[in-house]
C-alpha cells in the first residue's frame, strides 16, 4: 500500500470558514473521505464544526499529510513549521506555488507535491 493511501491525518493550512473557498472546500473533502482534519488559520471560529489551531506546531501528535491553501507569499511563512513538524507528505495547491516557496520548502527537506490535493483523494474541488 502506498503511503498516500495509509495517510489518514491532515493539516490544511489556510482553512477557512468560507465554503466558497478552497481552504474550506479541502475540510470538507477530507472529512467526507474519513480523514481526521486539523484546520489550521489564526481564526478562532470553528470550521466546518472543527476547532482550527494556529499552527501546524500545535496539532497534538503525528500529521500524515500537510495541504497548503495560502498565498505564495504568505506560505513561505509557515514552512519551516511544516519542516519541523515532520509530515509525511507536503501539498502545494493550485495558487499556492512560487519557485521561492518550493526552492525553501526542497531546502528545509521536505518534497512538495505541487497538485490539488482534494483531486489527489479522489474529490472534486
Avoid: H
Avoid at 498516500?4 to 481552504?23: E, F, L, M, N, Q
Avoid at 519551516?80 to 512560487?98: L, T, W
Wanted: with cysteine; net charge negative; aromatic share 6%.
Amino acid at each position: 500500500m502506498s503511503d498516500s493511501a495509509r495517510a489518514r491525518t491532515v493539516a490544511v493550512i489556510g482553512a477557512s470558514g468560507d465554503p466558497a473557498k478552497y481552504g474550506n472546500k479541502a475540510v470538507r473533502a477530507y472529512l467526507r473521505q474519513g480523514w481526521t482534519v486539523y484546520p489550521i488559520t489564526p481564526m478562532p471560529d470553528p470550521i466546518e464544526g472543527l476547532t482550527p489551531f494556529r499552527s501546524i506546531l500545535d496539532v497534538p501528535g503525528d500529521i500524515d499529510r500537510a495541504t497548503i491553501y495560502l498565498p505564495p507569499e504568505i506560505g513561505i511563512r509557515v514552512l519551516s513549521e511544516i519542516a519541523r513538524k515532520g509530515v509525511g507528505e507536503f501539498y502545494v495547491n493550485p495558487g499556492a506555488e512560487s519557485d521561492a516557496l518550493l526552492e525553501e520548502a526542497r531546502r528545509l527537506g521536505l518534497d512538495p507535491i505541487v497538485a490539488c490535493s482534494i483531486v489527489a483523494i479522489g474529490e472534486r474541488p
